[in-house]
T-cell receptor, first 114, second 113 residues
Framework: DAGVTQSPTHLIKTRGQQVTLRCSPK?????VSWYQQALGQGPQFIFQ???????QRGNFPDRFSGHQFPNYSSELNVNALLLGDSALYLC?????????????FGSGTRLTVV | TQLLEQSPQFLSIQEGENLTVYCNSS?????LQWYRQEPGEGPVLLVT?????EVKKLKRLTFQFGDARKDSSLHITAAQPGDTGLYLC?????????????FGAGTILRVKS
């Protein structure tokens, strides 16, 4: 049974560009959360999607947006990239009715902005 | 805003030593999880604790949830080099705050052989 799949694994972008990251949740999971993790730090919550709607949002600017598709997969879009957006972006999935019991994380997408 | 503070930030010990990592908050959490993360990988769930005072054991790892559900600890007995990694605590604030998890900054553990 495949876990959470993220693509691409690594990405290099230039300041001002736009990027789209993709996530396929674990089979049976309908809730997708996105986190940003700086090197040596804990993950910071960006937003959570359920039933194709953004349900919760962390303290991130509107440059960060997302989408969830009917098959529960999700995309994270970042516009007007800044150097400070360089980080590991993690996708986590869970069943909505058991989200309090922990997430299954993907391996992440390492974004470098130059 | 619910915050989780982890201590210590970094721990370097010899194989066979014992250690404890702490996770503290002024907020109450409905549940708390511990994750371990290796370089280049996503966090992997180790345990979830939901009841105040609960203690769970996973081989050489012992997890405790504080009575008031505001803090937790992870104790490792006889650490091994394979225990090396970033240990993260994460709390679920409760349904009234949504279903997100709030993470601590993590504890980097290095076990030397």
């Amino acid at each position: 049974d495949a876990g959470v799949t993220q693509s691409p694994t690594h990405l290099i972008k230039t300041r001002g560009q736009q990027v789209t990251l993709r996530c396929s949740p674990k089979s049976g999971h309908d809730t997708v959360s996105w986190y940003q993790q700086a090197l040596g730090q804990g993950p910071q919550f960006i937003f959570q999607y359920y039933e194709e709607e953004e349900r919760q949002r962390g303290n991130f600017p509107d440059r960060f947006s997302g989408h969830q598709f009917p098959n529960y997969s999700s995309e994270l879009n970042v516009n007007a990239l800044l150097l400070g957006d360089s980080a590991l972006y993690l996708c986590a999935s869970s069943p909505m009715n058991r989200v309090m019991n922990g997430y299954t994380f993907g391996s992440g997408t390492r974004l470098t902005v130059v | 805003t619910q915050l989780l503070e982890q201590s210590p930030q970094f721990l370097s010990i010899q194989e066979g030593e014992n250690l404890t990592v702490y996770c503290n908050s002024s907020s109450v959490f409905s549940s708390l999880q511990w994750y371990r993360q290796e370089p280049g990988e996503g966090p992997v769930l180790l345990v979830t604790v939901v009841t105040g005072g609960e203690v769970k054991k996973l081989k050489r790892l012992t997890f405790q949830f504080g009575d008031a559900r505001k803090d937790s600890s992870l104790h490792i007995t006889a650490a091994q080099p394979g225990d090396t990694g970033l240990y993260l605590c994460a709390g679920a604030p409760g349904a009234e705050y949504g279903n997100k998890l709030v993470f601590g900054a993590g504890t980097i553990l290095r076990v030397k052989s």
